[in-house]
């Protein structure tokens, strides 16, 4: 019975050990650092081309209805859908999952086997109250200027002289054009921003969030990857980053802005992040160590809140608001819809198949 006993002891001793190796930092041998340092700049310029492509044809006639760039950007804006639903479901959700089922974490976080849908969810539900919260304060400010534009409206109409008026009394039609049409004092608010945009802009901003926050963990990974790994990683993450700028970009052009300075800095945002993720991967790497309890949690977590931002984004922002509850996109030819569905199934299954690398 002792030996039994001991026998016992010595396995619990031997998988607590296993378990240990485990979750050891492991050493990057032939760190190749000039490699490293030069990913920086490929992915940059990957980046670029994928979110400023997008916006530069835009610029150049954003109004040419069924032209060729009016058919390149609208499959190219399918396809970004296709590619963020792609990201979410193939390149967070499972190693997310993965991640909450390691034996690194401890025993807390492993008692309980949905902890990465609660932070999923979690997300999901934040997100739809920062974005009404948004839209609610942008509709107040919305109506502070209807306000104040009726009243000033109600001043010129006292200053008006008798002449500018009809025999009834109501105001010559043309007259302040913009403000009164016809005598019936309705309002034109043209110049403020409109519900719809309001969504627009909100979206694409909450967009953005997520794809940046998966960026800076991609880019970490990239930097601390091993030798074998490392090169086969850089090859998927510079058509991944691509695609997502891409996907991006045609969001940008959603926005309606009329200087440049909005869509710069927003797509400077994003090919900025991965190359900070891979220089703090460099910076670290020599005491990094990817199996640890806080590494492991931390990238869990942000890979959930990432993917829940962007599953909510494409469902509710993108593939709703564009495509079942758009009058516009009803009316389109079947030639349209077609290429529009096909666009984005072929955007969500190539992101897929980058997502056996990456």
């Known amino acids: 019975?002792?030996?039994?006993?001991?026998?016992?002891?010595?396995?619990?001793?031997?998988?607590?050990?296993?378990?240990?190796?485990?979750?050891?930092?492991?050493?990057?041998?032939?760190?190749?650092?000039?490699?490293?340092?030069?990913?920086?700049?490929?992915?940059?310029?990957?980046?670029?081309?994928?979110?400023f492509g997008p916006i530069a044809l835009h610029r150049i006639n954003p109004n040419s209805e069924s032209s060729a760039r009016d058919w390149i950007l609208t499959i190219g804006k399918f396809f970004g859908t296709g590619v963020i639903l792609a990201t979410a479901f193939v390149h967070m959700l499972p190693d997310a999952f993965e991640?909450?089922?390691?034996?690194?974490?401890?025993s807390g976080w492993l008692s309980y086997g949905a902890f990465a849908g609660i932070f999923c969810m979690l997300a999901s539900f934040g997100l739809q109250l920062l974005e009404l919260c948004?839209?609610?304060?942008?509709?107040?400010?919305?109506?502070?200027?209807v306000l104040t534009a009726r009243e000033n409206s109600a001043a010129h109409f006292d200053e008006i002289s008798p002449?500018?008026?009809?025999?009834?009394?109501?105001?010559?039609?043309?007259?302040?054009?913009?403000?009164?049409?016809?005598?019936?004092?309705?309002?034109?608010?043209?110049g403020?921003?409109?519900?719809?945009?309001?969504?627009?802009?909100?979206?694409?901003?909450?967009?953005?969030?997520?794809?940046?926050?998966h960026s800076v963990i991609i880019g970490i990974t990239l930097a601390t990857a091993d030798r074998d790994?490392?090169?086969?990683?850089?090859?998927?993450?510079?058509?991944?980053?691509?695609?997502?700028?891409l996907a991006l970009g045609t969001r940008i052009n959603e926005l309606k802005y009329k200087s440049l300075a909005k869509p710069i800095?927003?797509?400077?945002?994003?090919?900025?992040?991965?190359?900070?993720g891979i220089s703090i991967g460099v910076g670290i790497h020599a005491s990094f160590n990817p199996n640890s309890y806080s590494n492991v949690l931390s990238q869990a977590i942000l890979d959930l809140l990432s993917a829940g931002i962007l599953l909510y984004n494409a469902y509710v922002s993108?593939?709703?608001l564009e495509i079942s509850h758009n009058t516009k996109f009803h009316e389109q030819s079947l030639a349209r819809k077609t290429a529009c569905f096909l666009s984005m199934y072929a955007g969500a299954g190539l992101m897929s198949l980058i997502g056996e690398w990456a």
């Open 1 to 51: 019975m002792a030996s039994l006993a001991y026998a016992q002891d010595v396995a619990v001793d031997a998988s607590a050990d296993a378990d240990a190796d485990a979750c050891a930092s492991g050493e990057l041998e032939n760190y190749n650092l000039p490699l490293r340092i030069g990913s920086i700049f490929i992915i940059l310029g990957t980046s670029a081309l994928g979110v």
């Open 99 to 106: 991640n909450f089922g390691s034996d690194c974490l401890s």
């Open 134 to 145: 948004a839209i609610s304060h942008l509709n107040t400010i919305n109506k502070r200027k």
């Open 163 to 190: 002449k500018n008026l009809e025999s009834d009394g109501s105001m010559i039609s043309g007259t302040h054009d913009g403000v009164f049409q016809n005598g019936g004092g309705h309002v034109h608010s043209a």
């Open 192 to 213: 403020f921003l409109e519900q719809d945009d309001s969504y627009s802009h909100i979206g694409t901003f909450i967009l953005e969030l997520g794809i940046i926050m």
């Open 229 to 245: 790994e490392f090169v086969t990683l850089l090859i998927a993450l510079v058509f991944h980053q691509f695609f997502e700028g």
């Open 265 to 276: 800095i927003m797509g400077c945002l994003y090919i900025l992040m991965t190359p900070i």
């Open 318 to 320: 993108l593939m709703s």
